[in-house]
């Protein structure tokens, strides 16, 4: 009966330290998993560096013109008068004007051809060169007052300029304020394109000579900017007597523009 048992007290013994031995190495990895002082190892990951140094580029400026004949007119005028008052100035200058509607229309000028630019009535006291805007002090004496009203005609026949002039004058315009020669719209825009790639083209060939004495070569265009374009022209007069007609002759319509472009380029 005691041999049984120490048998028996033998086997259970061995079984518990089986048991024992199954379960240590799982408890063991999970204590290593949660322990809070477990660090891992950092994986090193590498960044490319660029080596290239910044791009090598060329900035030019240069400045492009262009020329055409004009093929629009613009004549400015004005009818002046003078009187002892307000109401009496005012409809001087409506007889005026209204006189040289009927002429121009007269002329096949279209009411669209021309326009009112400005009208004022203003009252000049003795002494002022200046005229007063508004009505002057009922005590004053000697005060008059004057009335204006410019006006713009326009045609597309460019040799019109001078009888023009003449129509206006002879029929109620006191005074001519200005004569200007334009392009329509469509060929004020053709003739700055060819004045801008004027300009491009001088400013590529002075990069081009740069690149060339620094052993460059031009790889591209970085950026480009062009300025506003200035518009001019000339003409020449003929004042009118009572012998001849005004004569105007109308130079050609110029434009200049200028423009600033950075080339990239590169080492030959």
Known sequence: MSTQRAVLAVGLA????????????????AQAGNDPTATETPTATETPTDSASEPTTITVS???????????????????????SPAAATEQLAANTSQLRSALSEAGVAADDRTTTDYSLEAVRPGFETPTQG???????DV??????????????????????????????????????????????????????????????????????????ITGVDSVSAGEPFFGSTASFESADSRSETTIDGGPVSVEVSVTITYEAESR
């Open 14 to 29: 061995t079984l518990t330290v089986v048991a024992v031995a199954g379960v240590l190495p799982g408890a063991v990895g």
């Open 62 to 84: 240069a400045t492009g013109q262009a020329s055409a004949q004009p093929d629009v007119v613009v004549v400015r005028v004005a009818s002046v008068v003078t009187a002892d």
């Open 135 to 141: 009505s002057p002090d009922p005590g004053a004496e």
């Open 144 to 217: 008059t007052y004057r009335a204006s009203q410019g006006f713009e005609i326009r045609a597309n026949d460019t040799n019109r300029a001078g009888e023009l002039v003449d129509i206006a004058v002879q029929n109620g315009a006191t005074s001519v304020r200005g004569v200007e020669f334009r392009l329509t719209s469509e060929n004020r825009s053709e003739l700055r394109q060819t004045a801008l790639g004027r300009a491009a083209e001088s400013a590529r060939t002075q990069a081009q000579t740069l690149a060339g004495a620094e052993s460059l070569t």
